[in-house]
């Protein structure tokens, strides 16, 4: 990913240092948002899912997701 990013804005910055720079700045601020909203709705659901049917109709329920997003892949 960081391979594409950097040939596709390599415009944007006027060396390599300075795009490695901006590069970093962006993933960096992406991860911290992207971290800090999964933990927050792991810590959601560790509240409210509080049997164990609760967890297991969940994992089923994300199985069949991550399943169903293979779907896409092998449309024309």
Excluded: H, K, Y
């Excluded at 960081?2 to 992406?30: I, R, W």
């Excluded at 709705?41 to 409210?48: D, E, N, S, T």
């Excluded at 109709?57 to 892949?73: C, G, R, Y």
């Amino acid at each position: 990913m960081t391979s594409g990013a950097a040939v596709s804005f390599a415009a944007l910055a006027a060396s390599p240092a300075e795009l490695a720079v901006l590069l970093a700045t962006v993933f960096g601020v992406a991860a911290i948002v992207s971290l800090s909203l999964w933990c927050t709705a792991g810590q959601v659901l560790a509240r409210r899912l509080t049997a164990d049917w609760q967890w297991r109709a969940l994992n089923m329920l994300l199985a069949f997701l991550l399943a169903a997003s293979i779907i896409p892949v092998w449309l024309p």
